[in-house]
T-cell receptor, first 111, second 113 residues
């Protein structure tokens, strides 16, 4: 079946540090891949997406590239801010209407 | 305008009660979903409707029953609430199979005491 594995947290960083959250997937066919962010006490917001191999999704300084050869979609940001503190979810949309999520990675950025 | 709205935002109730959570989307999407987020933040799909037809029905107790009166609304009714039902429930919508992403509501925190 389809599944998403992302690095366990929590991750604690200082402001302006580089952030990477690893995400790998298992899927049949050609899934679409997403990163969602959940700020404290809020719902999930779509951060970025990629619908085919080698696509790069980007938003708010975050980037992720759809790597079919390594079945990965790692999230990166070059310089994090305190406001980036949140839970980040990698997700996969397969051909059966289901959006499957990873376990989430809690990121805390300290001033 | 809120794209996907859920009510109520918080719900505290006693074991054994029956409660409903309502969801409405104004995005013109044709597919809606219910997800459950547990205390460890894990998200699991429960149900999905496409144009008012049930298309996903995961392994969920029969006490949970979704109802979709039209493609803009998907409500969740829960009978005989149990302590283990305490969680945050998210409604979401997408166009078609959601190839370009889902839009989520802000969640309903259900606490069963």
């Amino acid at each position: 079946g389809n599944s998403v594995t992302q690095m366990e947290g929590p991750v604690t960083l200082s402001e302006e540090a580089f952030l990477t959250i690893n995400c790998t997937y298992t899927a049949t066919g050609y899934p679409s891949l997403f990163w969602y962010v959940q700020y404290p006490g809020e719902g999930l917001q779509l951060l970025l997406k990629a619908t085919k191999a080698d696509d790069k999704g980007s938003n708010k300084g975050f980037e992720a590239t759809y790597r079919k050869e390594t079945t990965s979609f790692h999230l990166e940001k070059g310089s994090v801010q305190v406001s980036d503190s949140a839970v980040y979810f990698c997700a996969l949309r397969s051909n059966d209407y289901k959006l499957s999520f990873g376990a989430g990675t809690t990121v805390t950025v300290r001033a | 305008d809120t794209a996907v709205s859920q009510t109520p935002k918080y719900l505290v109730t006693q074991m054994g009660n029956d409660k409903s959570i309502k969801c409405e989307q104004n995005l013109g999407h044709d597919t809606m979903y219910w997800y459950k987020q547990d205390s460890k933040k894990f998200l699991k799909i429960m149900f999905s409707y496409n144009n008012k037809e049930l298309i996903i029905n995961e392994t969920v107790p029969n006490r949970f029953s979704p109802k979709s009166p039209d493609k803009a609304h998907l409500n969740l009714h829960i009978n005989s609430l149990e302590l283990g039902d305490s969680a945050v429930y998210f409604c979401a919508s997408s166009q078609g199979q959601g190839e370009y992403g889902y839009t989520f509501g802000s969640g309903t925190r259900l606490t069963v005491v």
